[in-house]
């Protein structure tokens, strides 16, 4: 017993992705007999299609910024992409309860959290930081960053159709509680070696029914005076999202699954919004190096740019908007079999694709092995490829008396900064924890 208690932080510690993602195929449901409630699920995702190593270059016995000017323009430049993005997710389930309905199908009933937010930089701001006036214009508008947080309170139900076929549905009203969206429909740069032109059309949206951002003389937003309360306040939006899938075992020991989740999003009210248009000029951080990423060093620096952008940019407040925004849609297919010499051991091939309204869409591709002793432990590993290169992916669960702790862990491989955790070159990271109490 104390090795079946010992074997699923063994695979934490190793680090399944499309199989562990806190992504339920809602049909999978329909062949329990037995209820269960699932407390406290965590799920923490963080994707970047370029890493450190893309920035970070060693000059001498110190480490500098692809913008030193000891670093080749065509040595930083190349490295980059077109669009250069970081997206994280933080998801939480509260709780969630399945049961056994008097016919044939099974119900669930879940709330939860999430709250996701990320950057896209072009390569382009790189560009004129590294080499200034050597090409004109640029079109930035690609650039972006944005926010949102909302809860879910969501229903399903999965049907068994026969032996061997299963469906399922799951609706879920999503609850807007914050969101952030800066977007740009046009953003280009002209420049010379006396003059740089700006022509932007951009929005800024945030939402806040309880704090209030001021406007200055002009009419321009104005950041150092807000009306109201810091508190969360009274939801800033609502909306839908769906999911579908199906279970299918057409012979013994052989399964397919496909699902499509999170179809839908949210109308969030922007009470605090402002259109901008304006000029704006910089030379950039040359000079940075790994010893200005102390936080104080960093933090002052980031604080006296925002600062300059806020007062060149000047936002034009307009009345509070109701804007629409999808959430991030999942794409699952998963196959499995179980050894016939030892239906304990399976092979399994999984993909998945999942798609934003705001960044390029993310995708992966894996094989693995699984091992999987009922009502006592599972563990299972798997690797392939995905649209930042390699990833790899590990999963446990134990079953003890009626509780059943399960983790999961993948990534990509390339290391990190020591003492930072960033990662030098572009991944998927995500871990998964949950505990579930099965109803006998």
Not at 129 to 144: C, I
Not at 203 to 218: A, P
Not at 395 to 416: C, D, H, M, P, R
Request: glycine fraction near 14%; charge should be neutral.
């Amino acid at each position: 017993m104390k090795k079946m208690v010992i074997l699923p932080f063994v695979a934490l510690a190793f680090g399944i992705g499309a199989g562990a993602q806190s992504i339920s195929n809602p049909a999978e449901n329909a062949f329990l007999e037995n209820g269960y409630v699932r407390v406290g699920e965590v799920q923490s995702i963080s994707r970047n299609n370029v890493g450190a190593a893309s920035f970070l270059f060693p000059s001498g016995d110190k480490l500098v910024t692809g913008l030193h000017s000891s670093i080749s323009s065509e040595e930083f430049l190349g490295g980059l992409k077109p669009v250069n993005s970081e997206y994280n997710q933080i998801d939480y389930n509260l709780v969630s309860y399945g049961w056994k309905g008097r016919a044939c199908g099974f119900h669930t009933f879940a709330v939860g959290a999430r709250a996701n937010y990320g950057l896209s930089v072009p390569k382009e701001i790189f560009q004129i930081l590294k080499t200034g006036t050597t090409q004109s214009p640029y079109d930035l508008s690609s650039l972006r960053a944005f926010g949102n947080a909302y809860g879910e309170i969501a229903y399903g139900y999965s049907l068994p159709l026969g032996d061997n076929f299963s469906v399922g549905s799951r609706v879920k009203l999503l609850v807007g509680l914050n969101s952030v969206d800066l977007v740009a429909r046009q953003f280009a740069l002209a420049m010379t070696e006396k003059q740089y032109t700006l022509d932007l059309d951009a929005d800024i949206d945030l939402t806040n029914r309880s704090k209030k951002i001021g406007t200055d003389d002009t009419g321009h937003l104005d950041y150092t005076s807000f009306s109201g309360k810091g508190k969360l306040g009274a939801p800033t939006g609502g909306g839908l999202a769906f999911d579908l899938g199906f279970v299918w075992k057409p012979v013994d020991g052989f399964s397919l699954s496909a699902s499509v989740l999170d179809a839908g999003g949210i109308f969030w009210y922007y009470g605090n919004a402002g259109t901008s248009s304006g000029s704006y000029a910089f030379e950039g951080l040359k000079g940075l190096t790994t010893e200005e990423f102390e936080k104080d060093k960093l933090m002052a620096k980031i604080k006296g740019v925002g600062n300059e952008l806020l007062n060149v940019i000047k936002p034009k407040a307009v009345d509070g908007r109701f804007k629409f925004k999808s959430i991030p849609l999942n794409a699952n297919l998963k196959a499995g079999y179980a050894m016939p010499f030892w239906r304990n051991l399976s092979i399994d091939a999984y993909g998945f694709y999942t798609g934003y309204s705001y960044c390029a869409p993310y995708w992966e591709a894996r094989g693995g092995l699984s091992l999987d002793f009922p009502h006592c432990f599972r563990l299972g590993a798997s690797a392939g490829g995905g649209a930042y290169g390699f990833v790899y992916s590990a999963n446990g669960s134990i079953e003890f008396q009626s509780f059943k702790l399960y983790a999961s862990f993948e990534n990509g491989v390339g290391g990190t900064i020591p003492y930072e955790g960033t990662p030098l070159k572009a991944n998927n990271k995500t871990v998964l924890i949950g505990l579930v109490y099965l109803i006998k």
